[in-house]
């Protein structure tokens, strides 16, 4: 197996409710380390900036709207295949069809306020690292 590192966001529908915690015992029960970590208010021109791919999408100004309603925390985790592990922590982007015992089943409001985000790729995983987080912030 591949070591590998994603990034993840809890986003603020969930640090609103206090989930952080619970949220990141998920990962680290299957086997995810967290080697960043950070607690932040994004910026309007950030959180376009980073959600930029999807700009011309109907939902873009809803989901900057509801990125910067509150803190996130913005994470990297590490570990065996850690982007698809992740996503298979998290769950359907839409929480109706989220396997039973996901993050986004078990704690999400909506599919937009849908409590994580988890980079989609290998590829995207280090640029969506890079945005948020230096090489010396990493602790491995």
Do not use: W
């Amino acid at each position: 197996m591949a070591v590998e590192r994603t990034l993840s966001i809890i986003k603020p529908d969930a640090t609103r409710r206090n989930l952080t915690g619970k949220i990141n015992q998920r990962f680290e029960d299957k086997g995810l380390r967290i080697i960043a970590q950070k607690r932040l208010a994004l910026s309007r021109a950030q959180a376009e900036q980073f959600y930029a791919v999807h700009r011309e999408r109907g939902f873009f100004n809803d989901l900057v709207k509801f990125m910067t309603s509150g803190p996130v925390v913005v994470q990297v985790l590490e570990g065996d295949n850690a982007v698809a592990a992740n996503r298979e922590i998290m769950g359907a982007t839409n929480p109706a069809n989220a396997a039973p015992g996901t993050i986004r089943k078990d704690f999400a409001e909506s599919i937009e306020a849908n409590s994580v985000h988890g980079s989609d790729s290998a590829d995207n995983a280090r640029a969506e690292i890079a945005f948020f987080f230096s090489g010396i912030e990493l602790c491995p």
